[in-house]
């Protein structure tokens, strides 16, 4: 993906999300005898850990220098665009070094730098097995009930963990397939969750970017508890759309975000939506009208 469509698709001069990192997520659906299914023959759930890193960092790219790379690669394409097979393999080995080529691999390189003292703490730490354990306790604490027989559907999860734009949170994203005993598909969803902060002092003071291992791990369960709230409200129907597509304005650990999508029904503390891409998204924040709202009402 170019630096500029990336930029382009979120309005930031960062990825929040993990653009150009993860591929693209499973169809949202919901099989209308899901809750029947899971209700009679109960669920097993199963975690497998993604092909490529469970850990990586959002890509930041500044917009002025990302429109600056642009400029260059589209100048030299308009250039060298009569010029057959030497203008392209000129415009290509311009791009590589100093257009939009560097300014994504540059990004990448940081990004894969951000990524390791995350990914070094939960290196110690049997991943597959730890997350598999959190996911089935959060399993039935939302409600969706064990399997134990022969005939039970399988709730199959991949999570990739994306550590946000200034490394402050991460987003658990989680890949979620149900499925009956003959594989035959009862819900899917790509759950997005966001992490509460991560910073050892609050939001006000500079800290030194160490991570602590307590920290992580309850933001960790909060995002783990919070996607399997989400699966069993919408497998049951009780998580539907409210409302018409609109432009959804929040802040999370001081970054704008404006996405286009849906609110869902619910919240406990989180805001919930479904995104346009299909993502069914939570983050611990409040749209930005009714934060507005709240600190209007609540001044003396």
């Known amino acids: 993906m170019r630096a500029r469509a990336c930029l382009a698709g979120l309005g930031l001069a960062a990825a929040l999300a993990g653009c150009a990192q993860a591929p693209a997520g499973p169809a949202h659906f919901t099989d209308a ?4 299914y899971v209700s009679q023959h109960g669920a097993r759930v199963e975690v497998q850990l993604p092909k490529g890193p469970l850990v990586s960092a959002a890509l930041v790219i500044d917009s002025a220098t990302a429109t600056a790379a642009q400029q260059t690669t589209d100048q030299m394409t308009a250039n060298m665009s009569g010029n057959g097979l030497l203008g392209l393999a000129v415009t290509t080995a311009v791009s590589a070094h100093s257009g939009a080529g560097a300014l994504q691999r540059k990004a990448q390189a940081a990004a894969d730098t951000d990524a390791k003292p995350l990914a070094s703490l939960l290196s110690g730490l049997p991943m597959d097995t730890q997350l598999a354990r959190r996911y089935q306790a959060a399993a039935l604490a939302a409600g ?3 399997g134990e027989g022969a005939v039970v559907a399988r709730l199959a999860i991949t999570p990739r963990i994306i550590l946000s734009a200034d490394r402050a949170h991460f987003v658990l994203s989680s890949d979620v397939r149900l499925e009956d005993i003959a594989g035959g598909a009862l819900y899917s969803a790509r ?4 992490s509460p902060s991560l910073r050892r002092c609050g939001a006000d003071c500079i800290d030194d970017g160490q991570l602590e291992q307590s920290r992580v791990d309850a933001a960790l369960d909060a995002c ?3 996607t399997l709230r989400l699966v069993a409200l919408e497998i049951s129907g009780a998580s539907a759309p409210v409302g018409p597509e609109r432009t959804l304005r929040y802040v999370l650990d001081g970054q704008r975000v404006v996405e286009r999508g849906r609110l869902l029904a619910g919240s406990e503390g ?5 995104a346009l891409d299909g993502a069914v998204k939570a983050m611990p924040v409040a749209l930005e009208a009714q934060a507005m709202a709240t600190a209007t009402n609540g001044r003396p």
């Open 224 to 226: 783990v508890n919070e």
């Open 144 to 146: 969706v009930a064990p």
């Open 191 to 194: 759950v997005q969750v966001g």
């Open 33 to 36: 005898h899901a809750q029947a």
């Open 270 to 274: 989180y805001l919930r939506y479904l």
